[in-house]
């Protein structure tokens, strides 16, 4: 049994997204391959701008000027971030919070006149 919806569109589809949805869509999982790749974040907004503003001059949709958002972010090749800077980033942060931890162990003893 089929039921019909007066907001059906009157073409037969059963598409629920609209272009600018769907259009939104593919920008947002574009954005989620760019940095699944490891791209800063300058580089990512600068690469949704220029695609933006391609899609905006070209009148199409997002799929058919660039066609599957993961193929098209490796395609372009942008700068990652390496990951030894990532790591040495992470242990500088790690050897702080120890040194913090380390140095509340040590001063609070000092305050309340006890032996460190």
């Known amino acids: 049994m089929m039921t019909s919806n007066p907001r059906d ?11 600018a949805t769907d259009d939104a869509t ?10 699944l790749l490891g791209v800063p974040g300058d ?3 600068d690469a949704l701008a220029s695609a933006r503003e391609f899609l905006a001059d070209s009148g ?8 599957s958002s993961k193929r098209y972010a490796a395609e372009l090749n942008l700068p990652t ?13 790690s050897l702080g919070v ?13 305050v309340h006149g006890a032996a460190v």
Do not use: H, M, Y
């Not at 593919?26 to 940095?35: A, K, P, Q």
């Not at 199409?60 to 066609?67: H, I, K, N, P």
């Open 98 to 110: 120890f040194g913090l931890f380390g140095f509340l162990l040590s001063a609070l003893p000092l």
């Open 60 to 67: 199409t949709s997002a799929e058919q000027c660039f066609g």
């Open 81 to 93: 971030i390496p990951l030894r800077t990532v790591n040495a980033l992470n242990l500088r942060a």
């Open 26 to 35: 593919r920008f947002d999982e574009f954005t989620i391959e760019l940095r």
């Open 9 to 19: 569109p009157d073409n037969g589809s059963t598409d629920i997204r609209s272009k």
């Open 43 to 45: 580089a990512i907004g």
